[in-house]
C-alpha cells in the first residue's frame, strides 16, 4: 500500500484502539453513573490479589455487595459483564484475580485462590451491607475461590451463584464443605464442554449429577428453576440450564441474567431494572474493536519502520520460488494443516494430567507450557518434513537456502539483519502495548472480544515472557520457513490479499474441523465423542476452549507471515512479529502454577 495510505490505516488502527477502548470504559462504568477502581488487597506474606471496585455513585447509606471471581486462566475483566450488571442494580461489586491471576500474586490456588481475601476486603468497606453480601464464582471461581471464601468465614455471605461451577473440586466427591454454602443457585449450560466436573456426559445431565443431587436433599432428578428449601434459613437451592458452553457464560445473557435474578432474590433487593435488560454488549463491541485495532496496527507499522532510514535495508528483492506445486502443494498443505489438530489432544491429557514439564520458575504457567510442549511437537515435525522435501524432491529444482528466505545470493547467515529484524518487530508491537497500558491503567479495560484477550505484563508476567520465547520460536521459525519458501500458493504469483487469504486458511482448517468434532454433538445435545474416559473428556473440553482463541490468532499470524515476506523477501519480520506477540498473549494471560 502507498505511504499515504498505511497512514491513514495507521491512524484508524490506533482510533479503534482508543476509541474502543473508550467505549468500552464507558459502559463498564455504566455510562458513568459507577466508579470504576482498581484496588490492592494485602491479605497474607507474599500474596496481593488485585481486584475492580466498582461503586455506584447514587450509594447514599449501606448497599448490597458481590464478590466476583472469574475462572481458571482467567482474569477479572473476565467478570466485567457480571459486575457491570450488578453494578448498575445498585450493588457494590469486587472483581477480584484469584491467586496467581492477573495481577495477583502467588501461585494458583494460593490461600484459597484469594477468595477469601476478596470477601474480606469487601466486609470492610464502609457502604457494604454485611448482611446482603452475595458471591459468583465462574468455574474455579467457584469451586476454589468461593468455597475458600465460604469456609474462610462461613457467616460473612449470605448467597452464592456458581456459574458453570460446583462445591466439590473436580473429580471429586468431596463434599465436606456443603453444610457451610448457602443459598445456592447452579449454572450448567447444556453445551458446556466441561460436564465431567460433575460427573456427567453432558450438559443436560446435570439433574441427576452425582454432586448436585446431595446438595439439592434429593435422589430424584433435579427439576430445574424449581426452588428448593428455604431461603431464610440458606437452605435454598436452584438449578438453571442455559443453552450454553462452559467458556461461553462469562459473555452470556442467560447465565448473568440467572446471577442476578438470584441475587436479587437471595438478598432481598428490589432492583427497577428487569434481568434481561443488559447493556455489557456494547462494552463487548468497544473493547473489540480496540483489538480489531492492535491486530490492524502491526501492518502498516512494521511498513512505515520499513521505509525509514534505520530500517530500509531490510527490504531485499523476493527470492525465486522453488518450493511445491501442484499436487505436492495440496499434500504438504494438507500435512500442515492436519498435524497440529491430531496432536492436539494428546498434548492436552498428558501435559493437563502427568506433565512432561511440571511448571517451574522458567516456564510457570502450566496453560502455557501445554501450548509451548504442542508447538514445539509441531515444529520440529514441520522441520523434519521440510528437510525430508528438501532432500527428497526441492535439492531438484536447485532450491537453497536463499530461495527459502534466509539467506542472500552470498550463502551466509547475516546476523545484523537478524538483530535488525527483531528489533522491528519490538518497535513494531511496542505503541500498541504502550496504548493497551494507558487503557488498563486508566480506564480498567484491556483488550478483549469474549476469550481472544490481549492484557499488560507484570513484572514477573514480562519475566515469564522472556523464559517462553525460545521455546515458542522453535514452532514458529520452520511454521514462517514452510509459508515463504516451500508452500506457497500458485507458486508466489497471487496478489497478496490472495496469499493472506490461502495461507490463512491453511493454518486454521485443521482448527476448525477438531472444534466442529467437539461442538456439534454438544450442540445437539450430545457429548464429546472423543472417548467415554473422564480424562480425555476433560482435556478434550480445555483444549476446545483453549483452541477458539486461535480462530483469531493463527489466521493473523499467517498474515504476518505473508505480509512481511512479501515486504523484506526474508522470513524473519514474520517469525520476529509472531514469536514476540503470541509469546506476549500467552504470557500476559496465564496463570502462574508456580510463584516467581
Known sequence: MRIQKRWMVLWLAVAFMIGGSLIGAWVNSDFCRAKVEEVSIWYAPGLKISGNLYTPKAIADKAPAILAIHGLNNQKNHMANT??????????????????????????????????????????????DTDRIGIVGMSQGGFAGAMGAIVSNPDGYSSVFFMESEVNAPGSFDLSAAPLVKNAAFNIGTVTELGSMVFIAKGSDAPVSPVLQPLFNTTEPIEVDKLYGSIEDGSARILYQPWEGHAGATDATAAIRNALKWMDLTLKVESKLSPRNQVWPLKLVGTA?????????VFPMGSLLLESRCFSELQKSLPKYRGYEGRQWWISAAISAAVGPLLYLGVWKKMFFAPWINPNRLWPQNFTNVYMIW?????????????????????????????????????????????????????????????????????????????????????????????????????????????????????????????????????IVGAVVWLLILYIPLML???????????????????????????????????????????????????SLATLFIVWYLSAAGAFAVML
Open 525 to 575: 445435545g450430545g457429548s464429546i465423542i472423543f472417548g467415554a474416559d473422564p480424562l480425555v473428556q476433560t482435556a478434550a473440553g480445555m483444549g476446545g476452549i483453549y483452541y477458539i482463541p486461535l480462530l483469531v490468532l493463527w489466521p493473523f499470524v499467517a498474515c504476518i507471515y505473508t505480509y512481511f515476506f512479501r515486504k523484506t523477501g526474508r522470513v524473519y519480520v514474520g517469525i
Open 289 to 297: 474493536l480496540a483489538l480489531l485495532g492492535a491486530l490492524l496496527f
Open 83 to 128: 459486575a457491570l450488571e450488578f453494578a448498575r442494580r445498585g450493588y457494590i461489586v469486587l472483581s477480584m484475580d484469584m491467586s496467581g491471576h492477573g495481577k495477583s500474586t502467588g501461585a494458583n490456588l494460593d490461600h484459597g485462590a484469594g477468595g477469601p481475601a476478596g470477601l474480606s476486603y469487601l466486609r470492610s468497606l464502609p457502604h457494604v
Open 375 to 507: 508447538a514445539i511437537l509441531c515444529g520440529l515435525i514441520a522441520a523434519v518434513l521440510m528437510i525430508a522435501g528438501h532432500f527428497g524432491s526441492l535439492k531438484k529444482k536447485n532450491a537453497t537456502l536463499e530461495h527459502y528466505g534466509l539467506i542472500d545470493a552470498t550463502n551466509t547467515f547475516d546476523w545484523t539483519y537478524i538483530l535488525k529484524s527483531i528489533l522491528l518487530a519490538v518497535f513494531t508491537l511496542l505503541p500498541v502495548y504502550l496504548i493497551l497500558a494507558f487503557v488498563d491503567a486508566v480506564w480498567k479495560v484491556d483488550f478483549r472480544a469474549w476469550v481472544v484477550t490481549l492484557l499488560p505484563f507484570t513484572g514477573k508476567r514480562f519475566q515469564a515472557f522472556l523464559g517462553y520465547l525460545v521455546p515458542f520460536a522453535l514452532y514458529f521459525i520452520p511454521q514462517g520457513i514452510l509459508l515463504a519458501g516451500f508452500q506457497r500458493p500458485e507458486g508466489g504469483k497471487l496478489s497478496l490479499k490472495k496469499e493472506m487469504v490461502i495461507n490463512s486458511v491453511v493454518m
